[in-house]
């Protein structure tokens, strides 16, 4: 290993230790990530529960688990579960787009601002 590899990993370990300077470009960053996480945390938690729960329907239709649990027209039933699953992963990305414009409208004017500053220098 020559001496530049080695200043280059000594530079490398160094700037983990250090403290790092809070720049706007931090702060937009993370005004940024204040807006969309609420939105995607949502989605992905319901959207996975309205998958479960279509899967859920599907898995009753076409398997012998509702006879096993005692649910005498598992046809009916699962075909309603199912439905009602895949209706929550239909309107899943609607409500998402809803909470992500109502935080954008929250969050725009600081976002803006911060970015014109930015724009600027």
Do not use: C
């Not at 001496?3 to 809070?22: A, G, L, M, P, S």
Request: no cysteine; hydrophobic share 45%; net charge positive.
């Amino acid at each position: 290993m020559n001496r530049n590899d080695q200043k280059f990993i000594v530079e490398k370990i160094r700037t983990q230790y250090t403290e790092k300077e809070h720049t706007s470009l931090d702060e937009l960053k993370a005004l940024d990530a204040k807006v969309k996480r609420p939105a995607n945390v949502f989605a992905y938690i319901f959207g996975t529960v309205g998958a479960i729960i279509m899967g859920s329907g599907m898995s009753l239709v076409m398997t012998d688990v509702a006879q096993t649990v005692g649910i005498e027209n598992s046809m009916v039933f699962g075909i309603v579960i199912g439905v009602a699953g895949l209706a929550m992963t239909i309107i899943n990305y609607p409500i998402y787009k809803g909470i992500l414009g109502s935080r954008r409208k929250k969050y725009a004017d600081k976002i803006i601002a911060l970015s014109e500053r930015l724009m600027e220098d």
